[in-house]
């Protein structure tokens, strides 16, 4: 993470949610750094909010995809966004699966310690996310109040959603943070 980078408090922390998730998008990355037991995709679905009175993101994942596997096994996950020449790594974890061979360092991104959790978060990024899981849930089709969200579940493999309290957020603060 670049040493530019500080500490960022949820209350000040500034940013269009909906080009985040639908046209920046996001590294969701989950799994212990220190035991090298991780893996990362990016994530276009998800949200960012108050529950239980704590600063929350959401996150979606299906079953099919390897990352759930380590969102499963671990209490941590974290968020990256990227400046824009970092659109290509993305498209690779996006596109490409950790079971298949090391995607990560095909990518060229630098995975590096978050300030608090397990997962890692990447020295590329110019804003992270530390989350610490607190719930989840497996979409259930019967729930769906509109037809045409069945559209998206072509395999019906229905997304598992993971709310994680947001402990820590680092990041340009000049882009992502009101003046304090």
Same mark, same amino acid.
């Given at each position: 993470?670049?040493?530019?980078?500080?500490?960022?408090?949820?209350?000040? /922390?500034?940013?269009?949610? /909906?080009?985040?998730?639908?046209?920046?998008?996001?590294?969701?990355?989950?799994?212990? $750094?220190?035991?090298?037991?991780?893996?990362?995709?990016?994530?276009?679905?998800?949200?960012?909010?108050?529950?239980?009175?704590?600063?929350?993101?959401?996150?979606?994942?299906?079953?099919?995809?390897?990352?759930?596997?380590?969102?499963?096994?671990?209490?941590? $996950?974290?968020?990256?966004?990227?400046?824009?020449?970092?659109?290509?790594?993305?498209?690779?974890?996006?596109?490409?699966?950790?079971?298949?061979?090391?995607?990560?360092?095909?990518?060229?991104?630098?995975?590096?310690?978050?300030?608090?959790?397990?997962?890692?978060?990447?020295?590329?990024?110019?804003?992270?996310?530390?989350?610490?899981?607190?719930?989840?849930?497996?979409?259930?089709?019967?729930?769906?109040?509109?037809?045409?969200?069945?559209?998206?579940?072509?395999?019906?493999?229905?997304?598992?959603?993971?709310?994680?309290?947001?402990?820590?957020?680092?990041?340009?603060?000049?882009?992502?943070?009101?003046?304090?």
């Amino acid at each position: 993470m670049d040493t530019n980078f500080s500490e960022i408090s949820y209350l000040n /922390f500034l940013s269009n949610s /909906f080009e985040l998730w639908d046209k920046t998008w996001l590294l969701l990355t989950s799994g212990d $750094f220190g035991k090298g037991d991780f893996n990362s995709m990016t994530v276009a679905w998800g949200g960012l909010g108050i529950m239980w009175n704590k600063p929350m993101a959401m996150v979606v994942v299906r079953p099919t995809r390897y990352t759930f596997k380590f969102i499963n096994s671990y209490d941590t $996950f974290s968020l990256c966004v990227f400046p824009e020449q970092c659109r290509s790594a993305l498209n690779l974890l996006g596109s490409k699966s950790g079971r298949d061979g090391d995607k990560i360092k095909a990518s060229s991104l630098t995975p590096i310690a978050s300030s608090s959790i397990a997962a890692p978060v990447y020295k590329e990024a110019e804003l992270s996310l530390e989350c610490r899981k607190m719930y989840w849930e497996d979409l259930n089709p019967q729930h769906f109040l509109y037809p045409e969200i069945e559209k998206n579940y072509a395999k019906k493999d229905y997304h598992r959603m993971i709310m994680g309290e947001v402990v820590k957020i680092y990041g340009a603060k000049q882009k992502y943070s009101l003046q304090e």
